[in-house]
């Protein structure tokens, strides 16, 4: 089964983040694409994982937002920080366990 692929427009359209905003995260490779020639295309699944990833969780009574887990095995990926994370989220997102 064909995986969903998304153009810049539909990203723009789920987001509501400008044009600028969606290039910028592509190229600081925040949001993971695919290339075919020249297009750029964008996964329904990595968009999902990305907007889940940035969702505030915080109920605004002062409860942490909750850690990021790691789908395959269910560990903390919050337990790193900085630009480790980020990495260790998007192995996940990929479907591959952050442990190995």
């Given at each position: 089964m064909a995986e969903a692929l998304l153009t810049i427009k539909d990203v723009i359209r789920?987001?509501?983040?400008s044009r600028t905003t969606i290039y910028a995260l592509i190229r600081d490779r925040d949001l993971p694409t695919v290339r075919i020639g020249r297009t750029v295309r964008v996964?329904?699944?990595?968009?999902?994982?990305?907007?889940?990833?940035?969702?505030d969780s915080s109920d605004g009574l002062?409860?942490?937002?909750?850690?990021?887990?790691?789908?395959?095995?269910?560990?903390?990926?919050?337990?790193?920080?900085?630009?480790?994370?980020?990495?260790?989220?998007?192995?996940?997102?990929?479907?591959?366990?952050?442990?190995?």
């Amino acid at each position: 089964m064909a995986e969903a692929l998304l153009t810049i427009k539909d990203v723009i359209r789920v987001t509501k983040l400008s044009r600028t905003t969606i290039y910028a995260l592509i190229r600081d490779r925040d949001l993971p694409t695919v290339r075919i020639g020249r297009t750029v295309r964008v996964r329904q699944v990595e968009l999902d994982h990305w907007i889940i990833s940035h969702e505030d969780s915080s109920d605004g009574l002062g409860s942490p937002p909750s850690p990021l887990r790691c789908p395959t095995c269910g560990g903390n990926l919050a337990e790193t920080n900085g630009q480790k994370v980020l990495s260790l989220q998007k192995a996940a997102a990929r479907g591959k366990c952050h442990e190995r």
